[in-house]
T-cell receptor
Framework: QQQVKQSPQSLIVQKGGISIINCAYENTAFDYFPWYQQFPGKGPALLIAIRPDVSEKKEGRFTISFNKSAKQFSLHIMDSQPGDSATYFCAAGTGFQKLVFGTGTRLLVSP | KAGVTQTPRYLIKTRGQQVTLSCSPISGHRSVSWYQQTPGQGLQFLFEYFSETQRNKGNFPGRFSGRQFSNSRSEMNVSTLELGDSALYLC????????????FGQGTRLTVV
């Protein structure tokens, strides 16, 4: 019940296209859903996060969509660029429990 | 505001040795979590410290231990190193863990030979 399932494992998108990464969770107590971006050899960087009182949050080209009833949330990267090529992790958290991470999605944006 | 600082950035150790890694969290953050990341793998949770107390623990052997000091700085120790311990070790700091923003350091790349 503590798992966060992330898909796809890898994704290839053409420059200018939309990248979509999905996550699903079981624990209804989760009330914080961040996304992280990680480049090789670097630590993950907090990209954008959402709480369940809203269904969508947008920051620049990055949008989180949240579906509370389906217990799913997704990251959309609009106008994907080669510089967006990285590994993306979703996560979920609640209270004082540890953040639970998805397994990661390796995104490659082809020029 | 300074970010999360991990030292050293790179480390090479021999099997059987022990190693200590350090993490200085963002000022005001009281929670520090440690993760192990091997090539192509996800983030494996080691443990979390909050106000000098271990609050959450992952599924790692007792060779992996940690502590947190009164200034919130944290150290993790790995004893009797094995080749399989070669990994990027990451720490993340947050105000109180759980559902608050967590920020990662650059990591310490440990190579065991």
């Amino acid at each position: 019940q503590q798992q966060v399932k992330q898909s796809p494992q890898s994704l290839i998108v053409q420059k200018g296209g939309i990248s979509i990464i999905n996550c699903a969770y079981e624990n209804t107590a989760f009330d914080y859903f961040p996304w992280y971006q990680q480049f090789p050899g670097k630590g993950p960087a907090l990209l954008i996060a959402i709480r369940p009182d809203v269904s969508e949050k947008k920051e620049g080209r990055f949008t989180i969509s949240f579906n509370k009833s389906a217990k799913q949330f997704s990251l959309h990267i609009m106008d994907s660029q080669p510089g967006d090529s990285a590994t993306y992790f979703c996560a979920a958290g609640t209270g004082f429990q540890k953040l639970v991470f998805g397994t990661g999605t390796r995104l490659l944006v082809s020029p | 505001k300074a970010g999360v600082t991990q030292t050293p950035r790179y480390l090479i150790k021999t099997r059987g040795q022990q190693v200590t890694l350090s993490c200085s969290p963002i000022s005001g953050h009281r929670s520090v979590s440690w993760y192990q990341q091997t090539p192509g793998q996800g983030l494996q949770f080691l443990f979390e410290y909050f106000s000098e107390t271990q609050r959450n623990k992952g599924n790692f052997p007792g060779r992996f231990s940690g502590r947190q000091f009164s200034n919130s700085r944290s150290e993790m120790n790995v004893s009797t190193l094995e080749l399989g311990d070669s990994a990027l070790y990451l720490c993340a700091s947050s105000f109180r863990g759980g559902n608050t923003e967590a920020f990662f350091g650059q990591g310490t790349r440990l190579t065991v030979v």
